[in-house]
């Protein structure tokens, strides 16, 4: 059985409440936020407080909590020498206060308290300093069936940003072709199917050998005709440091 | 019993051939490519031919030929009063010969000839200039069991832009998450879960109210981290451009 304590009451933390809650071999022995009414819904299935100096022995303390309060609350813990993890992707595992062992588990996902997760499809990245904490952390993930791998503070840093490429900034460019669409009264509906088609292409194909379309051809008439068609300069701007992007990947111009 | 005459042996019409004729009410009376060699492999199955002045009579005629070659090729039909579509998101449908009925059966989906295709998840966009021919295409796309919708030649140019964004855009933007984590030794593969889940949020949700991350936010620490991260000089126009466009959907910043 491994015992935790949440800290933290947001996106992330309701999550992994719910689901150690109905796993087997980890118990919650007690949630913690700053504000107890974000708590209020779960008093009758787990202990919870706002006070820090009332927190519970546990095996694990997960600091679930926005990025800047890490550090302030990693220091404000009442124990030492008890291992203490937070769930950023771009805070170094060393600005956490060191009087505590300390850990990373990065889940690499976006959650909304709203949606439902299935954390089988959320890899866990584990950071630790030492390598028995690596195997608990491991063991806690395992059991959510979750995959993990050990990713080190640079490792962690690079998938966060390279997660706003592949998640906010893909977004944005569905909200594009959703303003794109409204503007001629055409349907956004209609391309659900080719964005779900083109992230599926990449799960078993490499970006790189799933391109096709104008800008990989150089199909300047095309390119040509799409531009006439924006509007919007911004859009214009972004059409064309993509499609420059596309053709310097390619072969198709030089820097 | 709807019979169709199918003409080029790209993507499209490979597709088009291998769901038409596991299609009990349609029936493909022959293929033509201007090289017999493409359709060398289909010869047991259905009539072949790369001579125009062979064409069999057929209730529909599908140019699914590259773009450039539509007009062309629909003025070399050795008949006319005959309903001629082609496939093309770009392309007028008065930019193919008027001695023809014309219409366009544009399916908006990404074509390979290698991945497997469900026509169920494929929306085809349908203009005719008369209305016994639509409902003709109509029935054609509903017995393959894709969804139809009645698209003008303007709606059509704009979803196949829009189509450039969420799709080709997108890819590169996926292409761009690979080089960074490789560029640290990190594991592309973690991101797959992230890519599918961005997708599939925006099937129930608009991309405006998807949106999350550091650019939504203002989260000016993190920003500047991210772009210290970039090496590469591309890579990091990309990410100031799409992070004022987010900047500027979510009210964050002004033209
Ligand atoms: N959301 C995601 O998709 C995602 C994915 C991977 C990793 N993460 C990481 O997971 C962590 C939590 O993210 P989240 O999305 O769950 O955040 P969130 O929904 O914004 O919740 C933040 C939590 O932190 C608490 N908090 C903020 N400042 C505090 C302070 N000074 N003292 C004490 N508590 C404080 C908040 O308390 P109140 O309730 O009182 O405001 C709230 O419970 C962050 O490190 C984030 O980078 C998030
Ligand atoms: N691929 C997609 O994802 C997709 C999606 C929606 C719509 N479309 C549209 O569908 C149409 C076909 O695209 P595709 O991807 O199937 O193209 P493709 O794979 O490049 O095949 C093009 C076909 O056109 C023939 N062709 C080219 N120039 C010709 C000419 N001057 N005379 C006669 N035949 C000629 C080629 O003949 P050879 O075999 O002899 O070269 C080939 O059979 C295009 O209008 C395209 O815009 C494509």
């Not at 996106?11 to 719910?18: C, K």
């Not at 060393?94 to 890899?123: C, E, W």
């Not at 303003?179 to 599926?200: G, Q, V």
């Amino acid at each position: 059985m491994i015992s935790v304590v949440i800290l933290g009451a947001g996106n992330v933390a309701t999550h992994l409440f719910r689901v150690f809650n109905k796993t087997e071999n980890i118990t919650v022995k007690q949630w913690f936020n700053r504000n107890l009414k974000s708590l209020d819904h779960f008093k009758n299935s787990v202990a919870i407080t706002n006070d820090l100096a009332a927190l519970t022995d546990a095996d694990i303390y997960i600091l679930a909590v926005s990025d800047d309060a890490i550090a302030d609350i990693s220091g404000q813990l009442p124990f030492k020498n008890k291992l203490v993890v937070h769930t950023s992707g771009c805070v170094n595992i060393h600005d956490m206060d060191k009087k505590n062992r300390r850990g990373v588990l990065y889940p690499l996902q976006t959650f909304s308290k709203a949606a439902p997760i299935d954390f089988s499809n959320v890899p866990i990245c584990i950071e630790t300093l030492d390598k028995k904490d690596y195997l608990l952390l491991k063991q806690l993930a395992l059991s959510i069936g979750s995959p993990t791998k050990r990713v080190n503070s640079d490792q962690r840093k690079v998938l966060h940003l390279a997660a706003v490429f592949v998640n906010n900034f893909t977004n944005q460019l569905y909200r594009i072709g959703h303003e794109i669409t409204e503007s001629e009264s055409a349907e956004f509906d209609l391309l659900k199917p080719l964005i779900l088609e083109t992230a599926k292409k990449v799960q078993n194909m490499s970006p790189y050998m799933a391109q096709t379309g104008p800008a990989k051809r150089d199909d300047k008439k095309t390119i040509k005709n799409h531009l006439s068609l924006l509007e919007n300069n911004h859009h214009k701007e972004i059409y064309n440091l993509l499609t420059d992007s596309i053709k310097l990947t390619h072969g198709r111009k030089k820097l």
